[in-house]
Nanobody, 114 residues
């Protein structure tokens, strides 16, 4: 089993920055990919970014060039650095980790005000 704890959400003005963290515990040796999804009110959950165990990254077009995902394997933690935030980035952000199954964090709220 893998447990994920997210932190770093909050309220920020448009154009600002936030960094989300996702700390993994449990059967961490089995984790391959880690990443983030988000869900805005009234919308479906959408994929945001992912990072593989060897650091290969991929991003949704909506966040490319604004968000940066990284991973510290020594700390078993993934990070999502969000810059140039827009009002439409407002959502609950969920971390995930893939091993034999996919584990999810509890979600952290990000609110971007105009």
């Amino acid at each position: 089993q893998v447990q994920l704890v997210e932190s770093g959400g909050g309220l920020v003005q448009a154009g600002g920055s936030l960094r989300l963290s996702c700390a993994a515990s449990g059967s961490i040796f089995s984790i391959s990919v880690m990443g983030w999804y988000r869900q805005a009110p009234g919308k479906q959950r959408e994929w945001v970014a992912l990072v593989s165990g060897d650091g290969v990254t991929n991003y949704a077009d909506s966040v490319k060039d604004r968000f940066t995902i990284s991973r510290d394997n020594a700390k078993n933690t993934a990070y999502l650095q969000m810059s140039s935030l827009k009002v439409e980035d407002t959502a609950v952000y969920y971390c995930f980790a893939d091993h034999r199954v996919r584990s999810w964090g509890q979600g952290t709220q990000v609110t971007v005000s105009s």
